[in-house]
């Protein structure tokens, strides 16, 4: 088995491969720290092209070998960068994904692309991406007229490759501290919530999901009611613009933010979109004169006695 790695202009073979054939990034990634780890041992370049030969079925010529032991050139290669570690900006992105956000890869290029209806969602979605891919400034909100939506789109191997992972294997970054988890949790709220009155419900498919949704909700003081079977899969779905049916393929499932926990919910996550915080806020301030006017209602204890 031949096999053909492409790095910019670095080719990495097997002998005499007759058909060149991308190696994926994380292959490529993987025989560099290789070749990084043979370098301290002092061997030749023809030594280290017979141990990854040995260990990874994988022929460097030695062009590739000095370019990568001088630090010429990497395997990342134009990959944009990616800065990993816990944030706010990250928890947000994790959270947009988990909602309304859609990860795409077409060949070699992976995607991130969010389509809303409401430009401040989509400017905030902007402005966390280009934080954490190191971007000098936020990725352009533009509008899509036939899909008639605010449409970001960033590019990143590194990060499509993280947030491709399972959700529950993203905890470590949305529980790292509370603005971690009030900046995923307002990124889903921006995504799946919606709010009439005094009503803060929250919607989605995955059960299990909102299920530890509640569980944030509760380390900041919300209380939540139980979680309940909203729409159930087969149910028919209007589409106001198009008049087209469509069918639920799976069950969705709700709960609502209690009344009383409103106040906290506004104080400690809150939304990027203008217009739902000012219903929030709205909302929260009745609930506040409300209880303001029970307490003052209350009749005090005469503390005198007869």
């Known amino acids: 088995m031949f096999i053909g790695i492409q790095t910019d202009s670095l080719s990495l073979y097997a002998r ?5 054939s991308y190696l994926a990034l994380g292959n490529r990634i993987e025989l560099y720290y290789l070749v990084s780890q043979l370098i301290q041992l002092r061997l030749s370049y023809r030594q280290i092209q017979q141990a990854v030969l040995q260990r990874k079925h994988a022929w460097l010529s030695k062009s590739t070998i000095s370019y990568w032991a001088r630090r010429i050139h990497n395997p990342l290669g134009k990959v944009s960068q990616f800065q990993s570690g816990p ?5 947000y992105v994790i959270g947009v994904v988990l ?5 795409n890869i077409h060949g070699y290029n992976a995607e ?8 401040d969602f989509a400017k905030e979605f902007s402005a966390s991406l280009a934080t954490i891919l190191v971007q000098p400034k936020p990725y352009k909100v533009r509008w899509h007229p036939r899909k008639n939506r605010w449409v970001v789109q960033g590019s990143s191997i590194l990060l499509y490759n993280f947030l491709s992972r399972d959700w529950r294997n993203l905890k470590k970054w949305i529980e790292h501290c509370s603005r971690c988890r009030a900046a995923f949790l307002r990124a889903f709220y921006d995504a799946e919530g919606s709010i009439s009155g005094r009503k803060l419900s929250l919607h989605n498919t995955k059960k299990a999901l909102l299920l530890y949704i509640q569980d944030l909700l509760n380390q900041h003081r919300v209380e939540t ?7 159930s899969k087969g149910t028919a779905l209007l589409d106001p613009k198009s008049g087209k049916v ?6 969705g499932f709700s709960f609502i933010v209690r009344t009383k926990s409103l106040p906290q919910f506004a104080k400690e996550i809150g939304f990027s979109i203008e217009r739902k915080q000012k219903r929030l806020a709205e909302a ?19 503390s005198r006695g007869l």
Do not use: C, W
């Open 16 to 20: 005499q491969p007759k058909k060149r």
């Open 87 to 91: 944030s706010p900006e990250l928890a």
């Open 99 to 103: 909602g309304d956000g859609n990860l």
């Open 112 to 119: 991130l692309i969010l389509a809303v209806t409401d430009y």
């Open 225 to 231: 009611s139980r979680l309940y079977l909203h729409r």
């Open 246 to 251: 469509y069918f639920r393929r799976k069950d």
């Open 284 to 302: 929260a301030r009745g609930v506040m004169e409300r209880t303001l006017i029970s307490n003052e209602a209350i009749p005090h204890s005469d």
